[in-house]
């Protein structure tokens, strides 16, 4: 039996708060470009002298429309999810030009800042788009941007509508209209950068384990289903180098959609956390169910992600505990899962 590993971090009275709001991972937009400004149309007045005519044309040209773009972000605090982006976002238009060949400002463009992880899909509308929330799911949809980085480029989202021309010696009694801007639906999505996820059934101390190894602000409570919405944490060493965590709800059944699962797929390794007291679960059921779900799992890559099985909470009712994580061991010795024998860790948080 492997010895029995403590996180070696002194536990403080201090309770650990999460956030009640919705954690909003996946979003339907829709970005609309501003309209150019309208071209002017003018003259300048004549000398003394009395000239025929209105005058020369001097009408200036519209401002350029504002335009959408996204570009990424660090994920704290209003950036963690899209729960700040709006559903619809436009960019301002430009001002009409002015006489005295005075250009019109451009309107200005909309930043949307996506958390690193985001990936930008881009909707291709069919028939008619009012009621584009309810419809535009069943379009077809490219993906046109991957921000797996914070050094990630701007990119485009709508552009706004080019500034009509002024009246000129060429065509001096006309003027052009602004330009229309461009109007795209976009599918946004999250999906979390990290080195390792845990995963696991709900109440089995995923989220004592991450807050004991990263300090992170992950709920932490005696009853199922405290952890809501996928948090991440790091674990910092004095080199500089650091490990990325993210802690997911509790699974209860994988071939339901759970969209938590879509933030493991950027993992380099999944822990599974099995209580080896689990009062409905054994070790061995526990890692049974493991088995099924990594074949039900293939939706999101999953099932060729390397795993390592630990088993927590081994600080209460130790020998007994110990008792199940050694058949559990022993079991696993002649378990394999794609022809790779899984590791089994024992783990005090």
């Not at 010895?3 to 909003?24: C, E, H, Q, W, Y």
């Not at 004549?46 to 209105?54: I, K, V």
């Not at 046109?144 to 009509?164: F, K, T």
């Not at 199940?324 to 790779?340: E, R, T």
Request: proline fraction near 5%.
């Amino acid at each position: 039996m492997d010895k029995l590993v403590s996180s070696g971090i002194k536990k403080t009275a201090t309770n650990i708060t999460a956030t009640s709001r919705p954690f909003v991972d996946i979003k339907q937009i829709k970005c609309i470009g501003g309209r150019g400004g309208n071209g002017a149309l003018a003259f300048s007045k004549h000398g003394s002298h009395h000239l025929m005519g209105p005058g020369l044309p001097v009408g200036g040209r519209g401002g350029k429309g504002g335009s959408v773009f996204a570009e990424p972000v660090k994920r704290t605090g209003e950036t963690v999810d899209f729960r700040s982006i709006p559903s619809v976002v436009v960019a301002k238009n430009g001002l009409n030009g002015k006489g005295s060949k005075i250009n019109g400002n451009s309107g200005t463009d909309v930043i949307l800042k996506m958390p690193v992880g985001t990936l930008i899909y881009k909707y291709e509308p069919v028939g008619i788009v009012e009621n584009w929330r309810d419809v535009c799911k069943e379009w077809n949809k490219e993906l046109i941007a991957d921000i797996d980085s914070l050094n990630h480029e701007r990119i485009l989202l709508a552009s706004g509508g080019l500034g009509g021309l002024g009246n000129n010696l060429k065509n001096p009694y006309e003027s052009e209209d602004g330009k229309e801007p461009e109007e795209n639906y976009y599918e946004i999505r999250l999906k979390l950068i990290a080195d390792i996820g845990l995963l696991g059934l709900p109440n089995v101390g995923k989220s004592t384990l991450f807050s004991s190894v990263t300090r992170g602000s992950s709920k932490i409570g005696d009853y199922p289903f405290t952890t809501l919405a996928p948090y991440v944490g790091y674990i910092r060493y004095n080199d500089g180098r650091s490990i990325s965590v993210v802690d997911l709800p509790g699974i209860v059944d994988a071939s339901i959609n759970n969209t938590f699962l879509q933030h493991l797929e950027r993992v380099k390794l999944i822990l599974y956390l099995i209580d080896p007291c689990n009062p409905t679960y054994g070790c061995i059921d526990n890692f049974n169910l493991l088995r099924l779900y990594r074949n039900q799992l293939t939706e999101h890559n999953l099932n060729e992600k390397p795993f390592v099985v630990v088993t927590t909470k081994m600080d209460i009712a130790s020998k007994m505990s110990s008792v199940k994580a050694d058949q559990l061991q022993q079991y696993v010795k002649i378990s394999y899962i794609q022809q790779i024998t899984m590791p089994v860790r024992i783990v005090s948080s």
